[in-house]
């Protein structure tokens, strides 16, 4: 495998991993090169970045290494995420903060199992609108990220505590959804 092709694979790990990073053992398994390569191959790749005016960074924090934008551009991303009312939060969004909200702290893998569909993405866009934050991690394996609400989302939603949240219905456990779309659907007999 070429030098090249292998800055595209540290580059594209990198931004899979997003927040969490990677750590040089990890890279070094998936990339199958020693340990002094995999660090060569990070130099490499932030020598590229800087040669292009890349926004783009690469940081190393607690053993792990993040892609990251650089600290120069920060006025602008402020600017892009300073007031989420103009544009407004997606469906998907919207879904997941109300997960986040009512069952804090939450992890992204018990998310996607009630979503039924990755929510990386939409996690990051709370976390850089700031309605969510990082509480902790797990106790258990991969120790994952929990996620909980912030006091700039109880601003979003004019809140002043999560007790003021509507109630859930309550559904049933016994609750049969093909019974009740049953109901509506009307034979000819009838």
Do not use: W
């Not at 997960?99 to 866009?125: C, F, M, W």
């Amino acid at each position: 495998m070429f030098k090249q092709e292998r800055l595209g694979i540290l580059e594209g790990l990198l931004f899979a991993v997003g927040d969490e990073g990677v750590s040089l053992e990890q890279l070094e398994y998936v990339i199958d090169v020693n340990e002094v390569e995999v660090k060569s191959l990070i130099l490499d790749l932030k020598d590229r970045y800087k040669q292009v005016c890349s926004g783009i960074d690469i940081i190393e924090v607690a053993g792990v290494y993040k892609m990251t934008t650089k600290k120069d551009h920060a006025i602008y991303l402020k600017r892009l995420i300073q007031n989420p009312n103009q544009r407004g939060l997606s469906n998907a969004a919207l879904e997941v903060l109300a997960i986040v909200a009512y069952r804090q702290p939450i992890t992204r893998h018990e998310i996607e199992n009630i979503r039924g569909a990755s929510s990386d993405n939409v996690l990051r866009k709370l976390l850089t609108f700031s309605l969510i934050e990082e509480a902790g991690r797990l106790e258990g394996p991969g120790r994952p990220i929990l996620f909980r609400t912030t006091d700039d989302f109880l601003d979003y939603f004019g809140i002043k505590t999560l007790e003021e949240l509507p109630e859930l219905p309550f559904v049933s456990p016994d609750f049969n959804l093909e019974e009740e779309e049953d109901l509506f659907n009307f034979s000819e007999e009838s």
